[in-house]
């Protein structure tokens, strides 16, 4: 039986290997490609490792207006967002777990079916109304909306803090605090890990995102990092420059990963424990 | 705002008494309106912003479905003209089947990824390696994903048919054959996501109680038994999750459609839903007409779920 075992779980490690070589060999390529010359791409069997490794590709990024611009634009978006995002979110979170509102929990549950709402159905009179307002080419249609805060934010926020008790609140409350108070000094720090585990996910999603930025900006020093390489790959593609194109891919997706690497506990415990609560 | 809630102390206790019993005295009501006004300052913001950017435009999006409007000039309303020129679009229809054709991913995804989780549940050396492997793919963006996978699916030089070639398989050129490039997007879509659902099938199969497989084994069940009565119905909600959300979102794909094949693919048979209406919006700009196409999928997705959900709770009530 023990054997048997010891066996069974050699087998499983060597498909779970093959599984995860699967999952690494097409990102290791594109490290591979984008250190070639033009020329060796096309060398068959191709080498995994670039004879000679070369760097000019990423020279010549970054020598592109474009690619700065798309970076900085991205930032902007992105960090705007999360961060202004998230105290309006943990704020709500906070009202609608903790504090006494009629319909409350109605008007939860509408912001909650509000989520099926797909984004292709309401982009077209989005984008007209921000059209109206002279928004179409600037990062403000990116970053507005997300100001107000994210439902699914609000979701696991008010999930987590079920667990904490509300005596707690209304000890705070008969020492006198204001509710802003309680909010920035009792509950932000309770709930620490959460916020940042959310904040870290909305972070990865916002920096990925593409349909919004590519309506919404035109000229591409406006645009946004997702929406320039994809440009990029449009435009190299044709010209077969597949280091180019495999550099920019690269240096959009070290952002996130770094991001995953460092928080890669954290980030996996919480979208775990959604699954267990959700 | 609260300087005098010290004095306020002993009615906040009685308060709390009051609370399972008489309701409303009137310095608790004092005490309840600023407690509503806070709440009401803190939700409003997300609340107003729901209501400009989801429930406003969705509003337009319906009445627009049934205007000839083009973004710029007036909407001329014009009936369910916009509909009956989508049900007589082939273009449309095809983009339809399109669409659910690349749902043929979800299955197989969640087959693998429940496969790979009860692998990673056993003591395994390298599991948390592992887990962070599978999981790299699912915060990469789809954008970059997408670049890497056109290089890869290259007929002559892509990563993919330089594999096949090992095995001594001549590869077709992925993209610009009608018959592969929605197999090739499926293979890739299941490359993304197997991460995601692998590692909540994980966290299901770890909150099943040990003590449960105890008792079953000392019952006699066999493995197969012990899978089908106890893990099956323990990650049935992680399913159902799962399921409702990948259906949400692959009836939205348009970013791997977009980036790899910018033209639809060959005789647009890889064209989806939301790049048809993208481009009847913002290229022909048909937004009446593209506002048909919007609301027709917003319904469809509204009652997909709501089949799925009326399913699912009627399944659950067999259960018990």
């Known amino acids: 039986m023990e054997r048997e075992n010891k066996k069974a779980n050699i087998i499983i490690f060597i498909l779970l290997a093959i599984g995860a070589i699967t999952m690494i060999a097409p990102l290791l390529w594109m490290v591979s490609t984008s250190l070639k010359d033009r020329a060796s791409v096309f060398s068959l069997p191709p080498d995994w490792i670039p004879n000679p490794i070369q760097f000019d590709a990423y020279i010549r990024l970054f020598e592109m207006d474009t690619l700065r611009t798309g970076i900085q634009n991205s930032l902007i978006v992105t960090l705007t967002v999360t961060i202004v995002g998230t105290f309006t979110s943990s704020m709500a979170a906070f009202s609608f777990a903790k504090l006494r509102l009629p319909f409350k929990n109605l008007i939860f549950l509408i912001l909650l079916a509000g989520i099926m709402i797909p984004y292709p159905s309401i982009m077209i009179p989005q984008y007209v109304i921000f059209s109206n307002l002279g928004w179409v080419n600037t990062l403000l249609p990116l970053i507005v909306p997300g100001l107000f805060g994210n439902v699914i934010m609000i979701f696991f926020l008010r999930q987590y803090l079920s667990n904490i008790p509300d005596s707690i609140v209304e000890a705070a409350k008969i020492d006198g605090a204001t509710y802003f108070q309680i909010y920035a000094r009792l509950i932000m720090p309770a709930i620490k890990p959460a916020v940042a585990a959310q904040f870290i996910l909305w972070f990865m999603a916002s920096w990925n995102d593409y349909l919004a930025p590519l309506i919404y900006l035109r000229s591409s020093h406006r645009q946004t990092l997702q929406v320039v390489i994809a440009n990029l790959n449009a435009q190299y593609a044709i010209q077969t420059d597949y280091p180019l194109i495999m550099a920019a891919s690269v240096i959009s997706l070290i952002p996130v990963l770094t991001v995953f690497i460092i928080f890669q506990k954290q980030i996996i415990e919480s979208v775990a424990l959604s699954a267990v609560k959700g | ?320």
């Open chain 2, 1 to 320: 705002m609260f300087t005098d809630q010290g004095g306020l102390t002993l009615e906040n206790i009685n308060l709390n008494k009051d609370e399972v019993g008489v309701r409303s005295t009137s310095r608790k009501s004092k005490l309840f309106q600023s407690e509503h006004r806070a709440a009401f300052l803190f939700i409003i913001i997300p609340v107003v912003g729901f209501s400009l950017f989801s429930i406003i435009p969705g509003a337009i999006s319906i009445f627009a479905s049934l205007t000839n409007w083009n973004g710029l000039g007036n909407m001329d309303f014009v009936g369910f003209s916009n509909y009956t020129t989508m049900f007589n679009d082939t273009y449309f229809w095809r983009t339809l089947w399109n669409t659910f054709y690349l749902m043929i991913g979800i299955p197989i995804g969640l087959v693998l990824s429940f496969l790979l989780a009860v692998g990673l549940n056993r003591r395994i050396a390298g599991r948390q390696v592992f887990r962070v492997i599978y999981y790299i793919p699912v915060v990469s963006s789809l954008a970059a994903i997408s670049i890497l996978w056109q290089w890869a699916y290259n007929g002559d030089f892509g990563l993919v048919n330089q594999v096949l070639d090992l095995f001594g398989i001549n590869g077709p050129n992925w993209l610009q054959n009608p018959d592969t490039v929605k197999p090739a997007i499926i293979i890739m879509s299941v490359w993304k996501g197997v991460g995601y659902s692998m590692l909540l099938y994980l966290a299901a199969i770890q909150s099943v109680p040990r003590t449960f497989y105890e008792a079953a084994e000392l019952d006699g069940a066999s493995p197969l038994q012990r899978f089908r009565y106890i893990t099956w119905p323990m990650v049935k909600p992680i399913t159902f999750f799962l399921v409702i959300t990948n259906i949400i979102g692959g009836s939205q794909i348009f970013t791997e459609i977009n980036i790899m094949t910018p033209t639809g693919g060959p005789m647009y048979s890889s064209a989806t839903t939301v790049w048809y209406l993208w481009q009847q919006a913002f290229s022909n700009l048909r937004m009446g007409y593209a506002s048909a196409i919007a609301t027709a999928l917003g319904v469809l997705i509204f009652v997909i779920t709501a089949i799925q959900f009326y399913i699912n709770s009627r399944s659950q009530y067999k259960l018990d």
